[in-house]
Every structure is written in structure tokens, then in C-alpha cells.
């Protein structure tokens, strides 16, 4: 019967004050670092490209992108040219010879090497050109991919780790490669 008033008088009140006192932490997001999300970037930098190649990829900062486009699209005008004219040399020659003239430059070639030859310098003018307008697209779409990814917010946390498990039906170890990729 007194044990319990033992422990009753053992317990004594707290004499040490407690205080609230709330502190605000304020830290710098890493996030307000960048630039605003602009929503009509990509349209604006694909319409820059199909107005003047390369002035989209300017508007984006990838300066080393605009000697490719007009060299890509340089060569597909200059491959034309050239092909244009050896179509226009060919056809002359064997135009003349329908004439009944033998003095072309093609002497000891066959009139049916001649048709050949206007043939296949078509059909490269035809390449030429479809390579010179896949340069023009390629630019646009660039400009366009180029403007949605430089706004894409991609941590620095990319890890590759050794995977090792154990199966449990067989217990034999599987062995793999973890890509580990945490976005923002």
C-alpha cells in the first residue's frame, strides 16, 4: 500500500521554462538560378531557321551548328550545278547526233551510253536537290529540338552503379549495370 506513494512523491514538476521561439530559414533555391520558361521559344527559333537557316540555332547560342547547315546545303546547290550541267552537255551531244553531226566530244561512245548518261545525271540533280532541302529541314527541326532541351531542367546526379542480385528460384547471381538518372 505505500509503495505507490513512493513513486507518487518521486515525481517532481519540471522548473526549467520552455520558450517558443520559431526561426524562419530561408535558403536560395537552385532552381531560380535559370532562365524563365518561355513556351513560345521553340516556334520562335524554328520560324528564325525557315525564314534565314541558321538564325535559329543563333537564337539558341549553338554558333558551331550554322558553318554544317550551309555547308550541308552548299554542296546539295553546288552538286546540282555541276550535275545540271553535265545533263545539259550530254543532252546537246546526243541531240547532234540525232542531227546527223558527229563532232561532238563524246567520239567512240555510244548513243545509248549517251541516254545513260543524261539518265543518271537526272536523277543525281534530283539528289542533289533532295539533299540540299533535308539540310533546310534538318536546320529547322534542330533549331526547334535545340530550343525545347535548352529550357529542359537535367540534374547533375547521373550515376552508373554495379547491380548484383541473387535469384531466389535457381540462387544463381545476376550480374547487371544500373543508369541512374534524377531529374529535377
Do not use: C
Request: net charge neutral.
Amino acid at each position: 500500500m505505500f509503495l505507490p506513494i513512493v513513486f507518487l512523491s518521486a515525481q517532481t514538476s519540471d522548473t526549467i521554462p520552455v520558450t517558443k521561439t520559431e526561426t524562419i530559414v530561408v535558403t536560395k533555391d537552385s532552381i531560380s538560378n535559370l532562365e524563365p520558361y518561355d513556351p513560345l521559344a521553340p516556334s520562335r527559333a524554328a520560324f528564325y531557321s525557315a525564314v534565314v537557316p541558321g538564325l535559329g540555332q543563333a537564337y539558341n547560342k549553338k554558333y558551331w551548328k550554322i558553318p554544317l547547315i550551309y555547308a550541308g546545303m552548299a554542296s546539295g546547290v553546288y552538286f546540282y550545278l555541276r550535275n545540271d550541267k553535265d545533263y545539259n552537255l550530254f543532252r546537246d551531244a546526243y541531240k547532234r547526233r540525232l542531227a546527223g553531226f558527229n563532232d561532238d566530244e563524246f567520239q567512240g561512245i555510244s548513243d545509248q551510253r549517251l541516254i545513260d548518261a543524261q539518265k543518271n545525271a537526272q536523277k543525281n540533280k534530283d539528289v542533289s536537290i533532295i539533299v540540299a532541302l533535308a539540310f533546310y529541314m534538318v536546320n529547322i527541326i534542330d533549331a526547334n529540338v535545340d530550343a525545347h532541351l535548352r529550357q529542359y531542367n537535367v540534374s547533375e546526379d547521373i550515376s552508373l552503379q554495379p547491380n548484383f542480385e541473387v535469384n531466389p528460384i535457381n540462387t544463381q547471381a545476376n550480374y547487371g549495370l544500373s543508369l541512374t538518372f534524377r531529374l529535377k
